[in-house]
């Protein structure tokens, strides 16, 4: 079955630094998707960025970016020069082709609470 | 171009009674997904839906939750006799007709008194 690790309840970063929020992923399907979403104190899902698993380079969105390992089936999330509006959950999810085809489930982390101190 | 909406954005229902959860999927979009995330978890799938059919409801619990997307009109999540163990965020998101790509509403905040 498929499944998504993160194994960080919560992480703090000092402003302006970067900071790497860890997933790991387990599927045994060769074709496959990671997300990452920000979900703020207002409870809204914000994509922040999506990797591939066939795309050959990591994935970048601005100060986001993704270090995807294959052979480690781990897609951490790399945010630089953290800004305090960063403060907020932080769900990896990835990708679950419907049973009946042409549609996608998603399957999500518990989450990592992100705080920026100033 | 409207996104996904939501309504209500917070709903307080006594137990027992019937809660109505509405989804408007951003316009092209003729698929629906329905997420429920319980506190301090991630979002877990309940059901998928096109237009008048349940594609794939197996995240929905068996009893009391019912889910429909008539041809005219929002998605409707339908959670009967509700109890307390209900009170969550439930989410909705829609694709368009490929299925590939999603857009969240921003969420109704049930809570069961």
């Not at chain 2, 877990?44 to 009391?64: A, C, H, T």
């Not at chain 2, 965020?89 to 809570?111: D, E, H, I, K």
Request: with cysteine; proline share 5%.
């Amino acid at each position: 079955a498929q499944k998504i690790t993160q194994t960080q309840p919560g992480m703090f970063v000092q402003e302006k630094e970067a900071v790497t929020l860890d997933c790991t992923y387990d599927t045994s399907d060769p074709s496959y998707g990671l997300f990452w979403y920000k979900q703020p104190s207002s409870g809204e899902m914000i994509f922040l960025i999506y990797q591939g698993s066939y795309d050959q380079q990591n994935a970048t969105e601005g100060r986001y970016s993704l270090n995807f390992q294959k052979a480690r089936k781990s897609a951490n999330l790399v945010i630089s020069a953290s800004q305090l509006g960063d403060s907020a959950m932080y769900f990896c999810a990835m990708r679950e082709l419907g049973q009946a085809g042409g549609y996608n489930k998603l399957i999500f982390g518990a989450g990592t609470r992100l705080a920026v101190h100033p | 171009n409207a996104g996904v909406m939501q309504n209500p954005r917070h709903l307080v229902r006594r137990r027992g009674q019937e809660a109505r959860l509405r989804c408007s999927p951003m316009k092209g979009h003729s698929h629906v997904y329905w997420y429920r995330q319980l506190p301090e978890e991630g979002l877990k799938f309940m059901v998928y839906l096109q237009k008048e059919n349940i594609i794939d409801e197996s995240g929905m619990p068996k009893e009391r939750f019912s889910a429909e997307f008539p041809k005219e009109g929002p998605s409707i999540l339908r959670i009967q006799q509700v109890v307390r163990g209900d009170s969550a965020a439930y989410f909705c998101a829609s694709s368009p007709p490929t299925g590939v790509g999603y857009t969240f509403g921003s969420g109704t905040r049930l809570t069961v008194v």
